[in-house]
């Protein structure tokens, strides 16, 4: 039987994710529920296909359309997850996947298509060589998981255990978006939408976590996670002023891992970094080792690689300004731009 290409509706997502959950190459992003959350909180129009033969799914490929007057309009495999792009269980199928995709996006003349790959595909398209993953096994022994964080972490770690930090995990998403919200903005970067958290917590339910950081009953850090298999990914972080002299992030970031190993958790996807920034070499200072990401890009419309991240030079004003506005200011106008920066 030959095989064919079709769109996910949403009456079909348990298909989808029983094919996600059986692949070992599969990831958090994924899952199905990310085509309700990117429809419901954004408004995104998605298109999540996947090859058939005879009933049986034999690979998959979410795709969503951004469109934005100011950033562009791109195919990505997929927006506001850092890896994605085919799961195949034959190269027939990937094949299929990918002329789809192209096919797609020629007739939506859209810029560019992003396969936001953690492997190479070997198809010579144009790459990004930006952005490096950081992936580590965790013990059951959390004195083993302690011992291999490099001392200078350690020492942090247990400074903000001495400054009487605590953990506490929270049913809700205020009170982490609080405190993303305003780290966001102290980096120059738009937030995200409230309603994309609540999305994010209402479709994957107790697959994604949140863990507060409180000093005297007071919150001072809080993160967001992902959990799927055997893994976990601390994806959204936040922070008050208060954090640094807390020494709050190293002891948030070990009460996951310690939480995590207890709940038999093996491992810890500390997530993506661009090259040589803050964010890069604090988890090197973790002891992980950083991985390239392989972006690749089939160009429709557009002449080069779409760069719409702050290292680029051209947004080193919107950055510098977007720093200085009143918190409330930023939280009202940066869910009209972060939609399409995903």
């Keep these: 039987m030959s095989l064919t290409v079709l769109e996910l509706k949403n009456n079909d997502s348990s298909r989808w994710d029983a094919f996600v959950e059986k692949s070992d190459d599969s990831t958090f992003f994924h899952r199905a529920g ?16 996947y090859a058939e033969r005879e009933g049986l799914i034999e690979g998959i490929l979410p795709l969503a359309q951004v469109k934005s007057l100011l950033f562009g309009n791109n195919l990505v495999s997929l927006p506001f997850c850092v890896y994605c792009g085919v799961v195949a269980d034959n190269k027939e199928a990937t094949d299929a996947l990918i002329e789809a995709a192209c096919k797609l996006a020629d ?10 790959n953690s492997k190479c595909s070997g198809r010579n398209w144009p790459e990004k060589s930006l952005y490096y993953t950081f992936r580590r096994s965790i013990s059951e022994d959390n004195d083993a ?5 490099p001392r200078k972490r350690r020492a942090m770690i247990r400074q903000g255990i001495k400054n009487g ?4 995990s929270d049913d809700g998403w205020e009170r982490v978006y ?7 903005r102290n980096l120059g970067t738009p937030v995200f939408s409230a309603k994309y958290f609540r999305t994010l917590r209402e479709v994957f339910k107790s697959d994604c976590r949140v863990l507060m950081i409180t000093h005297e009953g007071q919150d001072v850090a809080g993160l967001m996670s992902f959990y799927f298999k055997d893994q976990v990914l601390p994806y959204y972080a936040g922070s008050y002023e208060s954090a640094k002299s807390h020494k709050a992030h190293d002891f948030m ?6 939480r995590s190993s207890e709940e038999g958790i093996k491992l810890f996807d500390f997530g993506r970094s661009k090259a040589d920034t803050g964010p890069y070499l604090f988890k090197k200072g973790w002891g992980f080792e950083p991985e390239p990401l392989h972006y690749e890009y089939y160009l429709v419309k557009a002449d080069a690689i779409p760069e719409l991240n702050p290292n680029n030079p051209k947004y080193k004003f919107f950055i510098d300004v977007w720093k200085k506005l009143p918190l409330p200011v930023a939280n009202r106008l940066g869910p009209l731009l972060s939609r399409s920066l995903g």
């Design 178 to 184: 609080n405190t993303y919200a305003e780290s966001v």
């Design 253 to 258: 970031y070990w009460e996951l891992m310690r």
């Design 145 to 149: 998981n302690m011992s291999a964080i």
């Design 34 to 49: 990310w085509k309700i959350v990117l429809e419901e909180a954004y408004g995104h129009k998605v298109h999540f296909l």
């Design 107 to 116: 007739g939506l003349k859209v810029d560019s298509l992003e396969l936001r």
């Design 165 to 168: 930090l605590l953990s506490e």
